[in-house]
């Protein structure tokens, strides 16, 4: 988090465009808000989905060794007893006698305050799991936990895949969801938050090829960034020293992101070994090694873990999306989102409201609509509304014209570029499809051809 921040965005630019377009709200804004919780707006539910769905592509659809689950959120609290959460899942916290602000102590430059600079108490260890009581009666008995990770309802389930999968090593597990932690400092936006989501592989393999398994890891999940158009640049590899590492771990990496506040984790790739298994073996008195045919023997496979935050994913793709260009007198706000993520893949927009434009363009985002999610824009003026579907990144603009009455022709603009083309309206779904896969723009279907449109703004 020390480097030096040159060509980054600044989070406010981020904030200020989530907030204005409708990505990102302050959870329950009307009455103040509450610290580090955050909504999805209408479009940041969509690049939310984008991404979720992008990653269950790569890791459940597109593989054949991984299957999906999804465990609930209420545990046994035995779960957290055994996992070792109830014990370790804590941060040293340091509270100021002057302020009464809370830190963590092990982000503390100094040993004052960073607010008042007054003196700090002695460091305690704080859990961060949120507690809440089952039933009816607010006792110990009824006492459950909000979890602060899914892994933990992969692992409680690994005999019941099995069984019923009948997989055989390598395979994983992969899950979506909620998780919860009453973290001492947040802040940064979505990046450290109190309740986010999180997407979470147990990828089970034998004992002794972890180490390739983990390599395999590291490349393949640096590999998916980069498809979603992350920059190599703004991605590395750190591995945690003894001192850092996880109860649970053997090894971790970090996959690092260059966040405005600089270099800070976005994914975390851990080896967990068998500790995970062997402890809810222990304490749930269950079996829970496989049988490995060749070696005609049980054993408890060892884990690697890539876990990664939906929201902080969502965070590195607006921060590495966003760009602002000179534009005439102004400045074009513009994000490159990959098409995969984009909220909108296109938008249609006749160029006047003048009938019959508005029923033809209207008509031609009905039929789009049944593929993908477009959007429909007929306020102002042409370039400006160019500029809203730049800043909100929807790859393409389709725009029906009054030639486009007389020759059944539509353009198409590109975002990235602004470059366009006509291309006849029956070929346009055939053309849009091409476009999103990433064919060159300049391939035109039959009757098609480059265009230039007299003026944007
Ligand atoms: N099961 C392993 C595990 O939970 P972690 O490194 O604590 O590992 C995994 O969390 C990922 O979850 C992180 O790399 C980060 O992307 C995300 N994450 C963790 N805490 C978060 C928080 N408070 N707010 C948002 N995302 C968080």
Redesign the pocket.
Known sequence: MTEPTTNRVEMEKIVSLSRRRGFIFPSSEIYGGLSSCWDYGPLGVELKRNVKQAWWQAVVQQRGDIVGLDASILMNPKVWEASGHLEGFSDPLVECLNCQRRWRDDQLEGDKCPSCGGQLTGSRQFNLMFKTFMGPVEDEAGVVYLRP?T?QGMFVNFQNVLDTTRKKLPFGIAQIGKAF?N?ITTGNFI???RE?E?M?VEFFVKPGTDEKWLDYWLEERLNWHMGLGIKRENLRLREHGKEELAHYARRCFDIDFLFPMGWS????I?NRGDFDLIQHAKYSGKDLTYFDEEAKEHITPYVI?P???V??AVLAFLCDAYHEEPDKDETRVVLRLHPDLAPFKATVLPLSRREPLLKAAKDICSDLRRCWMVGYDDAQSIGRRYRRQDEIGTPFCITFDFQSLDDNQITIRERDSMNQIRVPIAELQQTLTAKLSGEDFFVLPEGGQVWKMEKEA
């Open positions: 990770e892994a932690r973290e990046f450290r938050s986010f999180i979470e984790e976005l994914e975390g851990a873990e876990a990664l935050g929201d902080r």
